[in-house]
């Protein structure tokens, strides 16, 4: 699940308290690193279970209102989304109940915020619709779920102020991990049962290599990649640069010169959003000319073996 996205991201913020904070050891910073990507995954996980929080509420109505209706002889409420069978799965997950089994906190501890969230699912039509609905198979209801996900849960400002209060690790990874949710939520298959597999905390040795290498690059050769940066801006103001953006530039350098099956185009790309996110309102477009600079100075004195497209011929193609 932890993929080169959130390992940027994690890298850019970690980096930057590196050099915030007095006590300069790499080898601490670089278990702070993983410490943070496993917060992620753990969001990951804390917001599948939140799914199953909200369909016990369910469930815990449906009995109240169950023995009414029985006392004043009255039709019985539908179970049909209490029951649902995409969530009933999801609470039998065998991944997913160890996982929750080693956390302190669970959603058991957040019933005031479940309610809430289940009387926004009751009033939504797409809950309305789902319950009028004459169609019953496990396809309908994992599709529910995938709409409500997308429509009160991924963007829900109180959910994300929430989650801030109970890790700062999560400030910033929430709309990368909705991401993962929802296509989690796609390849869940009925026949799996509760032996379905969640998406891996990594999904190779290699992305755990590539964070390794990337922040280690960065700190140790910092002296040299800021010297490539004052080689290559002599048509550049330095001085209007943000310290972040020294930062953000110091990891796309290492970037560049540490994996050479990343296209420059994509380092530069994945920076410059970076830029936009982190550092001053003007940082992207003026990070996006620095690299560019920097990355063909580096080309030209031979310290880099990439290639990059001529800015004529960049033109022509465009023409």
Known sequence: MINREIIRI???????????????????????????????????????ALMVAIAKESRRRL??????????????PSGKFAYNRFTMQLEENYQLNEFMETQK????????????????????????????????SYASDREL??????????????LDALLEQQSLYWNDDKEVVDTFVLKTIKRFEEKNKAKQELLPEYGSE???DFARKLFRATILNANEYQRYMSEAS?????????????????????????????????TINEYVEMAKLYSTYKSGGYINGMLDSIARHLIKTGRMMKS???PKEKNQNQE
């Open 206 to 208: 290699e992305e755990k």
């Open 234 to 266: 002599r048509n550049w103001d330095f001085s209007r640069l943000a310290y972040m953006d020294v930062v953000i530039m110091q990891i796309a350098i290492a970037e560049m010169l540490t994996f050479p099956s990343i296209p420059i185009s994509v």
């Open 308 to 310: 990059m497209t001529d």
């Open 63 to 76: 009995e109240i209102e169950q023995a009414r209706s029985q006392r004043e002889g009255k039709e019985p």
């Open 145 to 158: 779920w995938r709409k409500l996900y997308r429509t009160l849960i991924q963007d829900n400002e109180n």
């Open 105 to 136: 906190k669970t959603w058991n501890d957040e019933p005031e915020f479940v309610a809430r969230l289940f009387d926004q699912v009751e009033a939504s039509q797409i809950y309305k619709d789902y319950m009028e609905s004459k169609e019953d």
């Open 10 to 48: 994690k890298i850019v913020q970690l980096t930057y308290a590196y050099y915030q904070n007095g006590n300069k050891n790499i080898d601490t910073a670089e278990k702070e690193l993983f410490f943070s990507l496993s917060k992620a995954y753990d969001l990951y996980n804390y917001l599948l």
